[in-house]
Structure formats: structure tokens, C-alpha cells
């Protein structure tokens, strides 16, 4: 009977470790960026684990104190050649990577890696591009329900421990 929940409770902390990367209809990632004279930091959706690069649906936050209103979609500025995909794996982008767009005006932002190296570019009011390296980090925001399963299978694995009599 011990030996059946100390198994029960394993695999209830392990689904909840792995449950982070079943595919799920949305996740959450938490970003962040800083660079000479830029930082950035907000959340972008896609629509899975991101295992391989796919499309990102959203995305908010601010950038040097202007909001991040949102994705410019494929093929609307032409100033930048981008498919705003992210994978978790390094580096998370492509070399065209993501633009964004911001609040008042401002012009838009792509952001990507090339050469070994995270970029922050934008085309200044002269049409002059900006670039700067920066270094760029992202993580996904655990769902509750991960957590809290994780949490009670850890739990019942270190109920079931105590009670379990020293081995010999």
C-alpha cells in the first residue's frame, strides 16, 4: 500500500512538471530586454509550447516608458523583413524576428538576433536605422493549475516518505 502512493504521488509531481510543456491552447511568456540607452519588458502570447518557432499573437508592455501596443502584422512595414515567431530554444528567434509597434507615434521596433547577437532596431524620423545590441530574456508564466499540482504531489511524496519506516 505505501509503495502505491509513493508512486501516485511521483507521478502526481511529475505531471505537474511536465505539464508545463504539454501543448495547451495559449501560453503566457514574461520579456524582458535592456541595452545601451534601451529597456523594454512586458508579455507576449503564442499559441502553444513554442517547442519549434511559431507565431506570436500578441504582445504588450513598454519599451523606454512607451507602451507596446501590440504586433505589426507580416508584411505591413516594409522597412523590416520579420515573421515574429519564437521558440524556446536559443535564441528564440529568426533572423528577421519580431516588430511591435508603440503608443504615440513612435516608431516601430524589431527586435531579433543575428550574428550571435540580440538587436533592438527602429528607423529614426531621418530614415536612418538604429540599432543596438541588447540582452533579451523570456520565460513563461506557470499556469496555476501546474503549480498547484506540482505542489500537492510534492506534498503526498513527502507525506508518504515520513511515514515510510528507516531503512536498515
Known amino acids: 500500500m505505501k509503495l502505491k502512493t509513493f508512486l501516485a504521488a511521483g507521478t502526481l509531481a511529475l505531471s505537474g512538471l511536465l505539464g508545463a510543456t504539454a501543448a495547451h491552447a495559449v501560453t503566457i511568456w514574461n520579456f524582458s530586454y535592456t541595452g545601451p540607452g534601451v529597456t523594454a519588458s512586458g508579455s507576449f502570447t503564442t499559441a502553444g509550447a513554442a517547442l519549434t518557432p511559431e507565431a506570436m499573437l500578441s504582445i504588450s508592455g513598454v519599451r523606454n516608458g512607451v507602451a507596446i501596443t501590440g504586433l505589426v502584422p507580416l508584411g505591413a512595414d516594409p522597412d523590416f523583413a520579420y515573421d515574429n515567431e519564437f521558440t524556446v530554444a536559443s535564441p528564440n528567434f529568426t533572423d528577421g524576428g519580431i516588430v511591435f509597434s508603440q ?6 521596433i524589431n527586435v531579433y538576433f543575428f550574428n550571435g547577437a540580440y538587436q533592438d532596431l527602429y528607423i529614426d524620423s531621418f530614415g536612418d ?5 541588447i540582452s533579451w530574456a ?30 536498515v
Open 103 to 108: 503608443a504615440g507615434g513612435n516608431p516601430n
Open 129 to 133: 536605422p538604429i540599432e543596438t545590441a
Open 138 to 167: 523570456a520565460a513563461p508564466v506557470p499556469e496555476p493549475a501546474t503549480a498547484l499540482t506540482l505542489l500537492a504531489g510534492l506534498g503526498l511524496l513527502g507525506a508518504a516518505m515520513r511515514k515510510s519506516p528507516a531503512a
